[in-house]
């Protein structure tokens, strides 16, 4: 029996093992949203198609599945672009759905019509416009076959009305025959051999681990080649949660406001190994001067990242849980040394720390939000100060469990994100900590929370400052805070306008006891900390700076 | 210094906007970008000639591998290779000058398409040297007109830049 577009849509989705779907309807998505009415795929409406975009990605990031929106045409397939954008930037496989004018009308600014293709050439790893209703399953089949392999990443799927509407036979696709892409799986034997030899060699090796780890799912392989090597351990944003932070290896967080003992044994290495990760400048501080002493290994699936922005001495290309499942393989237990004295050293000279001056401490928040959790929640950021505190200050031990948008810095990211990460892992705690500049851009989404009562904690750092922003004000542009102060609104009253629960903490020993009762809630809450004003972020290397010449900290 | 590509891509609609906008938004300058059919009916063949060093190269490369819709590239710069430009001319040429005109066509090898009463069209192939030669000696003329394509190029001899299993040359 021939199905329509739509109901070919509702099959392949189930096909891929689909289960929860975020979006928003509208005129040109509405025949799929009809076939959905009587299908049995959980969809969550959003408040915003933005929403929709995160959510998949939290859920992604959360679950390690392909994360899958929906939104029609021109307005709600624009909205959702800055949410395509953030995926893509930190290689998270979502799916995306878009309703498109008929065919007959593409090309003549018909109502609602955007080129969303056009749009999203850039920040998708693939789009397609599905031209006819025969191509539909084929071509659902290859998105997701190319956002979960390889590199992961999002890809569009542009589906205009009468393409929904059409009908065909419809059979899935078992296999996918695609010319153009066959990502290298296995890293080169070879290159892999002259990589152990180097290990072994090494007197100060440092492994500086990024997302790959985690989207590979070699935190397995990554522990064993640590504890093998004797390696301290570094990791990016992305890569938080590769390593348990609270192993004596582990130097946690690098780059512009990592920790210093992870700054200077990069600094000071002779060898790199870069597992899953690209070189980000924020990482690199200037390039020049970044692991300038170190010979540099570099693991990843994307030939494209060796060489983009380091010179690398042995690069080998392929999945990271194979190619260190085989580097492992070839290497002897190696002995404590002089580097590995050197690095507790620093650990012990140089760890983290703020000033407790009896005001509420933002970092103090986060390391009451890891000891109420034992450090088994999932926690999801907005982006600024409270991302590099959640990133610095919670101790992280199982991948997975920091979300957080690292490459674009997306502000509004961490609610809806968080929201697909309860719809994902209904048993973790999914905390988003977010600042009260970053909360306002998707405050809306309580609304879904609450619609479908998904139990997600809004951990509110509220300084009524942008305060990353005001922070590179008051230390690079001479205390001129333009435009950084912010109002909110009583952000308490808004959660229970809203149905949720809504908490104000103001001092340092009702925060365990709210985080508490936020978390036997079983409701969405929100909590509004009213915290030091002028709170930094610290360390900090200057922008454009050397890695191991950092302010603070 | 100036590479040549050779690109397979699969013949799908928004393929030169995918490669062209790769190489914009990445900053890669690109010399001349020719397309056309090959003879196999879904691939598509890009000659593509870009300027940069061997660094910049490597990553036009492979940033250009990671389209899905390219299929092959082959730096042939460094091979031996045919390559050809066309070149059409519109000069002036009174009759009385048109002797002249038609000694440097013959020179070039190249050939007259239209004649017009006060205009001839010169059609001319080659590789850019000559098309550049061609073009100088008509100025004297007066050039009215002038459209040049990109370059195209090919491998000499029993090396190629095609998919067919048995013939390919990595």
């Not at chain 1, 924020?282 to 970044?290: D, L, N, S």
């Not at chain 1, 990271?320 to 004295?341: C, F, P, R, T, Y």
Request: overall charge neutral.
């Amino acid at each position: 029996m021939p199905l329509s577009g739509a109901e070919i849509i509702i099959k392949s989705l189930q096909e891929e093992g689909v289960e929860a779907i975020f979006g928003y309807p509208g005129g040109q998505i509405l025949p799929f949203y009809d076939a959905l009415y009587s299908s049995s795929l959980k969809h969550y409406l959003v408040r915003h198609e933005q929403g929709a975009a995160h959510a998949a990605d939290g859920y992604a990031r959360a679950t390690g599945k392909p994360g899958v929106c929906v939104a029609t045409s021109g307005p709600g397939a624009t909205n959702l672009v800055t949410g395509i954008a953030t995926a893509y930037m930190d290689s998270i496989p979502i799916i995306a759905l878009t309703g498109q004018v008929p065919c007959e009308l593409l090309g003549k600014d018909s109502f609602q019509e955007a080129d969303i293709t056009g749009i999203t050439l850039p920040i998708t790893k693939h789009n397609f416009l599905v031209n006819d209703v025969k191509d539909l399953a084929r071509m659902i089949k290859e998105a997701f076959h190319i956002a979960t392999t390889g590199r992961p990443g999002p890809v569009l799927i542009d589906i205009p009305k009468d393409v929904q509407v059409n009908k065909t036979k419809f059979r899935y696709p078992e296999n996918v025959s695609l010319k153009g892409y066959k990502p290298t799986f296995e890293g080169n034997k070879g290159q892999i051999s002259l990589a152990a030899k180097m290990i072994g060699q090494a007197k100060k090796p440092v492994i500086y681990a990024g997302g790959g780890v985690i989207s590979s799912g070699a935190s397995k392989e990554l522990f064993r080649l640590a504890e093998l090597t004797l390696s301290p351990v570094t990791t990016t944003l992305m890569g938080i949660g590769a390593f348990p932070e609270t192993h004596p290896l582990s130097l946690g967080m690098l780059g512009m406001h990592g920790t210093r003992a992870a700054n200077y044994a990069v600094s000071q290495s002779d060898l790199l190994i870069a597992v899953g990760a690209r070189f980000d400048d924020r990482v690199t501080g200037k390039i020049a001067e970044f692991a300038s002493h170190a010979k540099i290994i570099h693991i990843d699936i994307d030939p494209a990242e060796i060489g983009k922005n380091v010179r690398i001495d042995i690069p080998i290309v392929g999945d990271i849980k194979k190619v260190l499942a085989i580097l492992n393989s070839k290497m002897e237990q190696h002995l404590a040394g002089d580097w590995q004295h050197k690095i507790a050293e620093w650990k012990e000279k140089h760890p983290l720390f703020y000033e407790s001056n009896g005001s509420l401490k933002p970092q103090f928040i986060v390391e009451q939000i890891h000891d109420i959790t034992k450090g088994k929640a999932i926690i999801v950021t907005e982006v600024g100060q409270n991302q590099m505190w959640a990133a610095q200050y919670y101790k992280y031990t199982k991948p997975r469990t920091f979300l957080s948008s690292g490459g674009l810095g997306t502000m509004g990211y961490g609610l809806p994100a968080a929201i697909g990460a309860k719809v994902g892992c209904p048993d973790s705690v999914v905390i988003d900590i977010a600042g009260d500049g970053s909360i306002q851009m998707n405050i809306q989404e309580l609304a879904t929370a609450v619609h479908y009562n998904i139990p997600v904690i809004v951990a509110i750092l509220n300084n009524n400052f942008l305060g990353m922003v005001r922070q590179w004000q008051e230390l690079f542009f001479d205390r001129r805070y333009s435009h950084t102060e912010i109002t909110g609104p009583d952000f308490v009253k808004l959660a229970e306008a809203y149905g949720a629960v809504g908490m104000r903490v103001e001092k340092a020993k009702d925060v365990k006891p709210a985080l508490k009762k936020a978390i036997e809630a079983k409701r969405p809450v929100l909590i509004d900390f009213t915290v030091e004003r002028e709170e930094n972020v610290f360390p900090m290397v200057p922008p454009g700076g050397a890695i191991h010449k950092m302010l603070g900290g | 210094m100036r590479h040549i590509l050779a690109v397979l891509v699969e013949n799908n609609p928004g393929v030169l906007t995918r490669v062209a906008g790769l190489f914009s938004r990445r900053g890669y300058n690109i010399d001349s970008l020719t397309v056309g059919r090959t003879e196999s009916l879904n691939i598509s063949r890009m000659t593509i000639v870009v300027e940069g060093d061997d660094l910049v190269l490597e990553q036009v490369t492979k940033q250009l591998h990671k389209l899905i819709d390219v299929i092959k590239i082959n730096d042939i710069t460094s091979e031996q290779y045919v390559d050809r430009e066309l070149v059409l001319i519109k000069v002036g040429a009174d009759p009385v000058i048109r002797g002249e005109i038609l000694q440097i066509v013959d020179i070039f090898r190249a050939r007259i398409v239209d004649i017009g009463r006060r205009t001839l069209i010169i059609e001319c192939t080659g590789d850019e040297g000559k098309i550049n030669a061609v073009i100088e000696s008509l100025k004297p003329f007066g050039i009215k007109e002038l459209v040049r394509t990109g370059k195209v190029a090919m491998l000499r001899g029993q090396k190629f830049t095609s998919i067919s299993e048995t013939k390919e040359d990595e």
